[in-house]
């Protein structure tokens, strides 16, 4: 019971680190994408600033030249009344007013001035045009506004036209732009805290958690920046944030409970297959293998096979697994002992040799070689009939198989390598390693009669193992055509493939073999 009560905190752990990671993975996702959506509002937003401080500043500059083109008497009734339509017209322009000599001398809302006071410095002069901020206005003191002046000519704004155009939580800052002077200044709106710099670049900024975008006018020397907090960006759809953390959350949910069941299918079929070999649930069957010279079966290659829950398991996938998680010694223990057992009869024979796969995990497992030896004694079967394939992944690890190889021959085995030609196999480890035979892998056996290239390979590998001394099997033969191909090759050289037969159980095979010695 503790065993399972820990994997059942395991898999709550998984799963709910699962959600956690999928939901913090949905959160980056959103916040990335709602980022993304809140930038492109804000450069509307920003867009939109911009034009309306172009419309603006059009307004001033038409309304300031058609003062000073009026052709009126300075501060005559006529252009009084002309001043004063203006400003009625304008949703913006809150009065005009005329100055000479530095002193104002009249304007719309009160008239001449019987005492012209001074005109106060400007915060910002632009070649003729000098810029107020903030400046109290004639007409009533306790309101401030921004005076545009240009050669004897003025135009009062009033701030809250700006203002109007907040979309909190979005905000505006206006700035009057020194293009000679690469500076800006603030004219209304709110304090931003970018440089000069990054306001004439116009380019997006982010900075203490709010995100700034600043464009300037091409025509008029004005720039505007757009602002907004990045949590507000991220809270605007919180429909959707919230969609994606939910998602992300069943995502990762999915993908753990998937994982849960993998592994844990993965640990049942591991414990499935360790208890079938164990139990001699697993089943031997025999391929045979041929002299081609002759056709007369000369022994056979051993084989396992498994039928886990009514469905057939491929050799492929147990044996790797077997391999992979460190209990292929058992597999490979089974199935000598079920061979000796089966065909013992068989290996009795002069002229007869079984063929068992065996792994670099096997030969260096403790008490294999004692375990067959007392096998074979007790079946009263010489160890030259009975051979090991060692595959080319296990002959890459030369350091730990080449003494049990050498063991191996000392006692008597034939030492193959199989799969030859798939990979690690070459020319120095056949000789350091003293094996007696190879088996040519059916990639290349498949190649005989097309034009590939590795059928070039195939006399290689012949004249190298005559030159060798080794005894040759040719796996995947399948047609005549192949084993013609062999047959010719050279003396001695044994075949084995579904056309000489599939695997069997060792009945069907004692009855093939019997057969054709008769």
Request: net charge negative; with cysteine; proline share 4%.
């Amino acid at each position: 019971m503790p065993g399972k009560g820990g994997n059942l905190v395991l898999k709550v752990f998984v799963l709910l680190a699962g959600v956690g990671l999928g939901m913090a993975a949905a959160c980056w996702l959103a916040c990335a994408l709602q980022l993304r959506a809140g930038r492109l509002v804000l450069d509307r937003y920003a867009q939109h600033l911009e034009q309306n401080a172009d419309r603006l500043a059009a307004e001033v500059h038409t309304t300031l030249l058609t003062i000073l083109n009026d052709k009126l008497p300075f501060c005559s009734d006529d252009e009084l009344t002309l001043m004063r339509r203006l400003v009625f017209e304008s949703p913006s322009v809150k009065d005009i007013g005329r100055n000479r000599d530095g002193r104002v001398e009249c304007t719309a809302g009160i008239g001449r001035l019987p005492s012209p006071p001074h005109v106060q410095p400007a915060k910002v002069s632009l070649h003729d045009m000098h810029i107020f901020v903030d400046l109290p206005l004639l007409i009533s003191p306790a309101a401030k506004g921004i005076i545009i002046e240009y050669r004897g000519a003025s135009v009062v704004l009033n701030p809250d036209s700006y203002n109007v155009l907040d979309q909190p939580p979005m905000l505006e800052t206006g700035l009057v732009y020194d293009r000679q002077g690469q500076r800006v200044y603030h004219a209304f709106g709110h304090a931003e805290p970018l440089t000069d710099a990054e306001v004439i670049a116009q380019k997006l900024v982010e900075r203490n958690g709010v995100v700034y975008q600043p464009l300037c006018s091409a025509t008029y020397s004005v720039c505007v920046v757009a602002s907004e907090p990045r949590s507000s960006m991220i809270a605007r759809d919180m429909v959707h944030f919230l969609g994606f953390l939910v998602g992300g959350g069943l995502l990762g949910a999915s993908c753990s409970l998937t994982g849960i069941l993998f592994f844990s299918r993965q640990r049942t079929f591991q414990r499935s297959l360790r208890r079938a070999i164990r139990k001699n649930e697993l089943r031997v069957v025999y391929q045979p293998i041929v002299n081609l010279a002759t056709g007369s079966i000369v022994g056979a290659e051993a084989l396992a096979r498994w039928t886990n829950a009514g469905e057939e398991v491929t050799p492929d996938m147990f044996v790797a697994v077997a391999e992979q998680k460190g209990f292929i010694h058992e597999l490979t223990r089974f199935m000598v002992r079920r061979a000796i057992a089966e065909v013992a009869e068989l290996l009795r024979r002069e002229d007869f040799r079984l063929t068992i796969n065996i792994t670099a995990l096997d030969l260096s497992e403790p008490g294999f070689f004692s375990s067959l030896d007392e096998w074979l004694k007790t079946a009263d079967i010489r160890p030259s009939t009975l051979g090991f394939e060692l595959t080319e992944r296990s002959t890459a690890e030369q350091g730990l198989v080449s003494g049990a190889l050498a063991r191996l021959k000392t006692a008597g085995h034939t030492v193959y390598v199989d799969d030859f030609g798939t990979g690690y196999s070459s020319l120095a480890y056949l000789h350091e390693l003293d094996i007696d035979a190879i088996k040519i892998d059916r990639t290349f056996t498949n190649t005989v009669g097309t034009e590939a290239v590795t059928a070039s390979v195939v006399p290689q590998i012949l004249d190298m193992a005559r030159r060798l001394e080794l005894q040759v099997v040719v796996e995947g033969i399948e047609t005549e055509e192949q084993a013609r191909y062999f047959r010719q090759a050279g003396e001695g050289i044994l075949g084995q493939g579904w056309l000489f037969g599939r695997p069997v159980p060792a009945a069907d095979f004692k009855r093939a073999y019997h057969a054709g010695q008769s």
